[in-house]
Every structure is written in structure tokens, then in C-alpha cells.
């Protein structure tokens, strides 16, 4: 198989223009490609500003800005299946905290990330605005030292709350 085929082996939603949207969570949807550069260690992040979620006690939506920053071991996530794995939030009942681990522990399985941190920053509702954050290090490496530090380190500065 050439170099350009093996790159597009398992990608089937970039560039095709008959996907669907999810209408609920849906981890199938997410898609990898394999990483040209396993032995480097180096971060790919998303920025994902239009996440939406439902409050699982009154159905309200939920909005925020979806920050996943990891180091990929052999395998990485396709952006398009990122974003209609995201998408498929949005009639999805799940606190703030519980959404953001979803996430995480979903790419874990989906690409044995060497690294990966997940932040979300909702926007207040009932002038209060909640920012979980959580982490992964692959055991057994230099990562999972780096993980804690970084959870137990995340937030020394945090920024202006200037209503979002």
C-alpha cells in the first residue's frame, strides 16, 4: 500500500459531502489516521468554541469552549470525526465535569495518546461558570509525571473572568 493510501485508510467523513450529524453522543463517529511521527513527542490542540451540552436535571443548554491538547502515540484523531463527535453533545444530558472526562477517556481508547488534557469553559448560568479540566499520562512513561504535574499545577494563574 503507498505512503498516500496509508494516510487515507480509516478516514471516510473528510471530504465527504453526504455526512450526517449525530442528533446524540456518539463515540463511533471519531476516526484516526496514523501519526508520520511517533517518535517525536509533540502537541496537536483543538479549540472547539461552540460546544453545547444539555443540563441533565432541566434540559437548558450548556455552552463552552472545548480546549483537547495531546501528544499522539501511533494513531491520531481525525478533526472532521472530532467535530461531529463533539457536535453529537449537544442534545446529550451531562454535567459539566462528567462531559469533559467523557471526552478524554473516549480519545484515550480511541488513540493510546501518550498524553491528553481536556478543558472545558462554560458559560455562566446563575452567575457562575464552571471549568473543569482533566488529564492523562500514559503509565510507565516520562507522561504520566508530567500529567500530575500539570493537574496539580493547571490553573496557578488564572485568567481575567471578564464575562466570558
Known amino acids: 500500500m503507498s505512503r ?15 455526512v450526517k450529524y449525530p442528533d446524540n453522543y456518539a463515540p463511533e463517529v471519531l476516526e484516526t489516521f496514523l501519526n508520520k511521527h511517533p517518535d517525536n513527542d509533540y502537541f496537536v490542540k483543538f479549540n472547539c468554541p461552540e460546544f453545547t451540552s444539555l443540563c441533565p436535571i432541566t434540559g437548558q443548554p450548556d455552552f463552552a469552549t472545548i480546549t483537547i491538547s495531546y501528544v499522539p502515540g501511533e494513531k491520531m484523531v481525525e478533526s472532521k470525526s472530532l467535530k461531529l463527535y463533539l457536535f453529537s453533545f449537544r442534545n446529550h444530558g451531562d454535567f459539566h465535569e462528567d462531559c469533559v472526562n467523557i471526552i478524554m477517556k473516549d480519545l484515550i481508547c480511541l488513540m493510546d495518546p501518550k498524553y491528553i488534557e481536556v478543558w472545558g469553559k462554560f ?5 457562575i461558570s464552571i471549568d473543569p479540566y482533566c488529564n492523562y499520562g500514559k503509565a510507565g512513561t516520562r507522561w504520566e509525571e508530567i500529567a500530575w504535574k500539570r493537574l496539580t499545577e493547571h490553573d496557578m494563574y488564572p485568567e481575567k473572568i471578564d464575562n466570558r
Open 4 to 18: 498516500e493510501n496509508l494516510e487515507k485508510e480509516g478516514i471516510t467523513l473528510l471530504g465527504n459531502q453526504k
Open 123 to 127: 458559560t455562566p448560568r446563575g452567575g
